[in-house]
């Protein structure tokens, strides 16, 4: 095929194919999750189902506490959700609110009312991370990070910026 311009495909032999490829391992994969150790000793990294579950409730509970409706949403390093609750009576859009706190919360590692400066100061950083995550990060208060091995995060919505974020620690610290 020398000449037409085509590319020629080239069939893999079957023993190629059949072939255990080796595990890289070594310094520049020690972090990745598929070098890590499995089982009863494996460092937790992300909150299980039943912490992010806890956290849920002790955020519901507090906002109760104060007489507030909100909807709160715990997700994972990577801004994967676990659980998202709205309490009755919260209004219909907090759910989706609480979840975007959350994600940017995770995502860029700081709280997401801590990001108001970074706006602020330098809106089109903000606007190009923003292009680059597959949701649209926020700075409204009340997306906190539960900072440990590894960074997840809770948000809450539908109370003020201040109780939001009350209600989220309130939360964290049933983990």
């Excluded at 194919?17 to 391992?25: H, L, M, N, T």
């Excluded at 590692?109 to 706006?119: F, I």
């Excluded at 923003?130 to 809450?156: C, K």
Aim: hydrophobic share 40%; with cysteine; charged share 20%.
């Amino acid at each position: 095929m020398h000449g037409t311009g085509r590319l020629a495909w080239v069939p893999v032999s079957r023993r190629a194919a059949a072939e255990p490829r080796p595990a890289v391992r070594g310094p520049e994969r020690a972090g990745d999750a598929r070098t890590r150790p499995v089982g009863e000793n494996a460092p937790m990294t992300e909150p299980t189902l039943e912490t992010a579950r806890n956290v849920a409730e002790a955020t519901l509970a507090h906002a109760s506490h104060l007489g507030i409706k909100v909807s709160v949403c715990v997700v994972d390093s990577r801004g994967h959700e676990l659980v998202t609750l709205r309490a009755d009576g919260a209004n219909w859009f907090t759910a989706e609110v609480a979840r975007a706190k959350a994600r940017t919360a995770a995502a860029l590692r700081r709280d997401s009312g801590a990001l108001d400066g970074l706006k602020g100061s330098y809106p089109e950083l903000f606007r190009l991370i923003g292009g680059q995550l597959p949701f649209e990060p926020t700075t409204l208060p009340g997306g906190v990070v539960h900072t440990g091995e590894t960074a997840w995060a809770v948000g809450v919505s539908g109370a003020t910026p201040e109780q939001d974020v009350a209600c989220a620690r309130a939360g964290l610290s049933a983990a």
